[in-house]
């Protein structure tokens, strides 16, 4: 709901590991966007202005103690149950909460608590960023909170559990298609899938991918490097109670704090929010800005072959808006 300033309040986790400095960038560009659709009408080259109508409301969703346990601050869990919509920095899979007699990952506990169960993973090539494919347009809807990923974080995974989980997934399919005849349905296996894309990804462009918790995990990394690393690949976290977008990377606690990581991942990640929210337009400019910076290629991070610094690639993002 809009605010009485006319806008939507938006948690923001920054999280850790390179987590605050990507959140950071977003924050800026965003900032930037503003600034420039506070200009004079007569000054502005577009009909639409760039300025986004929300704010952030930053939380911390680091475990905290109470009453023995760890728990997931309060006022953070109050802020996405308010606001319903959150962006994720990144956050160390490993890190947990410690129950009385086990422990869960913090990840998982933010999923559970807002029961996101879907996560909607697109991946499409950036034109004008050469890769060895140049026509990738997959979307993969990878479910989130059950399953033998979640298993493994429970240290809980046996064969007999991913074979009956596998089973269970199918005949949930098959029964939710019959709702929906309009939808094509059709069932394939991961080894072939995986396959099939990086021979061709082009039939994959009409077409969603739902499945279970790991294969998606799997699938989509693997997706992500078609187009150009894990760097520029968005999720959105799906549920009943509230939505949250993160990139699919993770901490990458091995450039943390160094000033190279790529934002453009949380970038885009934002901007699905900005579509979930119906911030369509908005959108729309300041993925332009960021894609055009990416295909001029002067000021792009290493990861994408540049040699840019997270601060450099941001100001040029800013300098296209
Ligand atoms: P997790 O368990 O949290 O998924 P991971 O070990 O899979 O962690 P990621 O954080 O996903 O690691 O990173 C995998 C690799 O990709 C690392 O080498 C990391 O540096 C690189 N990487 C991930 N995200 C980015 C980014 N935004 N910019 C540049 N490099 C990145
Ligand atoms: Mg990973």
């Known amino acids: 709901q809009k605010g009485s300033n006319g806008k939507y309040t938006v948690t923001l986790i920054p999280g850790d590991g390179i987590g605050p400095e990507i959140s950071e960038s977003v924050k800026?560009?965003?900032?930037?966007?503003?600034?420039?659709?506070?200009?004079?009408v007569s000054s502005c080259v577009s009909d639409v202005p760039i300025k986004v109508p929300i704010q952030w409301e930053e939380v911390s969703v680091n475990p905290v103690l109470k009453e023995g346990k760890t728990v997931i601050p309060d006022d953070a869990v109050q802020s996405i149950r308010k606001n319903t919509v959150a962006l994720k920095g990144a956050h160390d899979r490993w890190q947990h909460l410690v129950l009385g007699k086990g422990h869960v990952s913090l990840n998982l506990t933010l999923?559970?608590?807002?029961?996101?169960?879907?996560?909607?993973?697109?991946?499409?090539?950036?034109?004008?960023?050469?890769?060895?494919?140049?026509?990738?347009?997959?979307?993969?809807?990878?479910?989130?909170?059950?399953?033998?990923?979640?298993?493994?974080?429970?240290?809980?995974?046996?064969?007999?559990?991913?074979?009956?989980?596998?089973?269970?997934?199918?005949?949930?399919?098959?029964?939710?298609?019959?709702?929906?005849?309009?939808?094509?349905?059709?069932?394939?296996?991961?080894?072939?899938?995986?396959?099939?894309?990086?021979?061709?990804?082009?039939?994959y462009a009409d077409r969603v991918m739902v499945m279970p918790?790991?294969?998606?995990?799997?699938?989509?990394?693997?997706?992500?490097?078609?187009?150009?690393?894990?760097?520029?690949?968005?999720?959105?976290?799906?549920?009943?109670?509230?939505?949250?977008?993160?990139?699919?990377?993770?901490?990458?606690?091995?450039?943390?704090?160094?000033?190279?990581?790529?934002?453009?991942?949380?970038?885009?990640?934002?901007?699905?929010?900005?579509?979930?929210?119906?911030?369509?337009?908005?959108?729309d400019k300041i993925q332009k800005a960021a894609l055009t910076t990416i295909a001029e290629g002067k000021a792009i991070t290493g990861d994408l072959g540049g040699k840019a610094s997270t601060q450099e690639y941001t100001a040029a993002i800013i300098g296209k808006l």
């Not at 494919?133 to 479910?143: F, G, H, K, M």
């Open 28 to 40: 800026a560009i965003y900032r930037a966007a503003n600034v420039r659709g506070d200009a004079p």
């Open 111 to 203: 999923r559970r608590t807002f029961k996101l169960f879907a996560n909607v993973r697109p991946c499409v090539s950036i034109e004008g960023f050469k890769t060895p494919y140049d026509d990738v347009d997959t979307v993969l809807i990878r479910e989130n909170t059950e399953g033998e990923y979640s298993g493994i974080e429970h240290e809980e995974l046996t064969l007999g559990f991913r074979k009956m989980s596998d089973g269970m997934f199918l005949s949930a399919c098959r029964q939710v298609a019959k709702d929906f005849p309009d939808v094509t349905y059709d069932e394939d296996l991961l080894d072939r899938v995986c396959l099939q894309i990086v021979q061709n990804p082009k039939p």
């Open 213 to 283: 918790n790991l294969y998606g995990d799997i699938l989509s990394d693997m997706c992500a490097g078609l187009i150009g690393g894990l760097g520029l690949t968005p999720s959105g976290n799906i549920g009943r109670d509230a939505s949250i977008f993160e990139a699919v990377h993770g901490s990458a606690p091995d450039i943390a704090g160094k000033g190279l990581a790529n934002p453009t991942a949380l970038l885009l990640s934002s901007l699905m929010m900005l579509r979930h929210m119906n911030l369509n337009e908005h959108a």
